[in-house]
């Protein structure tokens, strides 16, 4: 049988280095709580949609001072699929085609023209007298820069992102056009995301 130990013996000694660890386990837990609290998923600084042969992918950018950009870029689904210009009137031409266009409503109002990262290419189609505005085969991203339509208020709102495009590919023929697809954008005066 082992007789106690004395005031101040080994027990007593190892009773600081068992604080000491306790104490560096609680901080340690409560970092790694404050760690998981951060790493909570934000709001998605991306949307994405696949509709009528071409996937959309919308992006906020620069979000300063209730100003900001965002870009959407428009892939084709398939190969050699091409989009139409922007500069493409409404009803197209002769009827064939529809533009390229992003636009926004609700609260949010754009801050000048979009523009395409791609050329315009002038092509000609059976049955249609006029060269159609198209871009090269492939995706094309167009960015608009956007701002707030309250830029003082702290209280969120929701705001639309208004997506059309007409993909067309020489051979196979047109897609149905997508005009003025909405896509929800959640904003504040310090954040602009979607939901």
Same mark, same amino acid.
């Given at each position: 049988m082992? %007789?106690?130990?004395?005031p101040g013996g080994p027990r007593t000694a190892a009773l600081p280095r068992v604080r000491a660890a306790a104490l560096a386990l =609680?901080?340690? *837990?409560?970092?790694?709580?404050?760690? *998981? %609290?951060?790493a909570e998923p934000s709001a998605p600084a991306a949307a994405r949609f696949t509709q009528n042969g071409v996937t959309v992918t919308l992006a906020v950018a620069g979000w300063k001072d209730a100003k900001g950009t965002l870009t959407a870029t428009f892939t084709p689904t398939e190969a050699g699929y091409h989009l139409y210009s922007t500069d493409l009137p409404a009803e197209g031409v002769e009827g064939v085609g529809r533009p390229t266009s992003?636009?926004?409503?609700?609260?949010? %109002? *754009?801050?000048?023209?979009?523009? !395409?990262?791609?050329?315009? =290419? +002038?092509i000609n189609l059976p049955g249609v007298d006029s060269a159609v505005p198209v871009y090269p085969d492939g995706p094309v991203t167009l960015t608009l820069p956007v701002r707030a339509e309250n830029p003082g208020s702290?209280?969120?709102?929701? %705001?639309?992102?208004? $997506?059309?495009? !007409?993909?067309?590919?020489?051979?196979?023929?047109?897609? $149905?056009?997508? =005009?003025? +697809?909405?896509?929800?954008l959640n904003i504040t005066g310090n954040t602009l995301t979607f939901p």
């Open positions: 082992t %007789a106690p130990s004395a =609680l901080v340690t *837990a409560g970092l790694t709580s404050c760690s *998981a %609290a951060e992003v636009t926004v409503a609700g609260g949010l %109002a *754009a801050d000048g023209p979009a523009a !395409a990262d791609a050329e315009v =290419l +002038r702290t209280s969120a709102g929701t %705001a639309k992102a208004l $997506i059309s495009y !007409a993909s067309c590919n020489a051979e196979e023929g047109c897609n $149905i056009p997508v =005009l003025d +697809r909405p896509v929800i």
